[in-house]
């Protein structure tokens, strides 16, 4: 048997056991790619982050959920990063670049008070017509179709993973969804493994911009994911190009999204114009928590 030492960290927060719990495993050169998804497996959070070296940026970083890899995320990504940083693996570099199966994306570190504060770019805004029933969405999350949010678009979005952007009406209303994970594929019939993303404009923060939830795809092996690192990047992108396109750039907006989970996170989102297309990037920090031990067989 392996045994293989799993930190935890919490993203999107300075507060153990608030924000979103993601797995790190540094220098993971010598994992397969079966023995990763095992040890994410075993982990059982929504992403475990394997750190490892690259012949085309300065470090490479794979994501896996218990269930399969996914491109990019967000949480999983400030995690490594930070606990890269605070292991003296980063030398003193503050700007540098990961490979991840999304593209090679730019990161910038800053240290302020103590705190290490992570930016992380995202990938070039993408947005797909949902053409489904919006009474089987609704239904979906425990929602009747009046609770959606009629005058905004219901839209798939990716910065670098796909997810389903599902403007609600109040924050009441996503307060009591409860997802029907199980019907998520024969809804999304043009991206059926895409998550769900129900966000509003109300929210519990008076300085906030959106409040959100995430729910997983059941291939993922995860049911909701407390805060959403991708998903609340591509919220800047639907927010400058759906909710106010006469917006002054750049700007920055506060997600917030946990709190019904008892896990309250914020993300940074920063919008900007770049050629005929929005950039977007993110900031966070995150917080260690504990060591986790995972054993797999040779």
Same mark, same amino acid.
């Given at each position: 048997?392996k045994?293989? !030492?799993?930190?935890?960290?919490?993203? %999107?927060?300075t507060i =153990?056991?608030?924000?979103? =719990?993601?797995?790190?495993?540094?220098?993971?050169?010598?994992?397969n790619e079966?023995?990763?998804?095992e040890?994410?497996?075993?982990?059982?959070?929504?992403?475990t982050?394997?750190?490892?070296?690259?012949?085309?940026?300065?470090?490479?970083?794979?994501?896996?959920?218990?269930?399969?890899?996914?491109n +990019?995320?967000?949480?999983?990504?400030?995690a490594?990063?930070?606990? &890269? /940083? $605070?292991?003296?693996?980063?030398?003193?570099?503050?700007?540098?670049?990961? *490979?991840t199966?999304?593209? !090679?994306l730019? !990161?910038?570190?800053?240290?302020r008070?103590?705190?290490? %504060?992570?930016?992380?770019?995202h990938?070039?805004?993408?947005? *797909? #017509?949902?053409?489904?029933?919006?009474?089987?969405l609704?239904?979906a !999350?425990?929602?009747?179709?009046?609770?959606?949010?009629?005058? &905004?678009?219901i839209?798939?979005?990716?910065t670098? &993973?796909?997810?389903? +952007?599902?403007?609600?009406r #109040?924050?009441?209303?996503? /307060?009591?969804m409860v997802p029907?994970?199980?019907?998520?594929?024969s809804? &999304?019939? *043009? @991206? =059926?493994?895409a #998550?769900?993303?129900?966000?509003?404009? *109300? $929210?519990?923060?008076?300085?906030a911009?959106?409040?959100?939830?995430? %729910?997983?795809?059941?291939?993922?092996g995860?049911?909701?994911?407390?805060?959403?690192?991708?998903?609340?990047?591509? @919220?800047?992108?639907?927010?400058?190009?759906?909710?106010?396109?006469?917006m002054s +750039?750049?700007?920055? +907006?506060?997600?917030e999204?946990?709190?019904?989970?008892g896990?309250d996170?914020?993300?940074?989102v920063?919008?900007?114009?770049?050629?005929n297309?929005?950039?977007?990037?993110i900031?966070?920090t995150?917080?260690?928590?504990?060591?986790?031990?995972? /054993?797999?067989e040779?």
């Amino acid at each position: 048997m392996k045994t293989i !030492i799993v930190h935890h960290y919490d993203a %999107f927060s300075t507060i =153990p056991n608030k924000g979103n =719990p993601a797995g790190v495993v540094l220098e993971a050169d010598s994992y397969n790619e079966l023995e990763m998804q095992e040890i994410a497996k075993q982990v059982g959070f929504n992403e475990t982050a394997f750190a490892m070296k690259s012949d085309r940026a300065d470090l490479c970083i794979r994501y896996f959920t218990p269930g399969h890899e996914v491109n +990019l995320c967000g949480h999983a990504t400030m995690a490594t990063i930070y606990a &890269l /940083k $605070t292991n003296g693996l980063l030398e003193n570099k503050s700007m540098f670049t990961i *490979e991840t199966k999304a593209g !090679i994306l730019p !990161i910038h570190l800053q240290e302020r008070a103590g705190d290490v %504060f992570i930016t992380m770019q995202h990938a070039a805004p993408q947005f *797909e #017509s949902f053409n489904g029933s919006r009474v089987e969405l609704a239904k979906a !999350i425990g929602l009747a179709e009046h609770e959606l949010n009629l005058d &905004l678009p219901i839209i798939y979005g990716s910065t670098g &993973l796909w997810t389903l +952007l599902i403007p609600v009406r #109040s924050l009441a209303a996503i /307060k009591k969804m409860v997802p029907q994970s199980a019907t998520f594929p024969s809804i &999304l019939k *043009e @991206m =059926p493994k895409a #998550s769900l993303h129900p966000f509003c404009l *109300e $929210t519990f923060d008076e300085t906030a911009d959106m409040h959100a939830r995430h %729910f997983s795809s059941p291939f993922s092996g995860t049911v909701e994911d407390v805060v959403t690192g991708t998903a609340s990047g591509v @919220m800047g992108a639907y927010y400058a190009k759906y909710i106010d396109n006469n917006m002054s +750039l750049p700007k920055t +907006l506060l997600v917030e999204q946990g709190q019904e989970l008892g896990r309250d996170g914020r993300v940074r989102v920063h919008v900007k114009q770049k050629e005929n297309n929005l950039d977007i990037s993110i900031t966070g920090t995150a917080v260690y928590v504990k060591k986790l031990t995972v /054993k797999i067989e040779n």
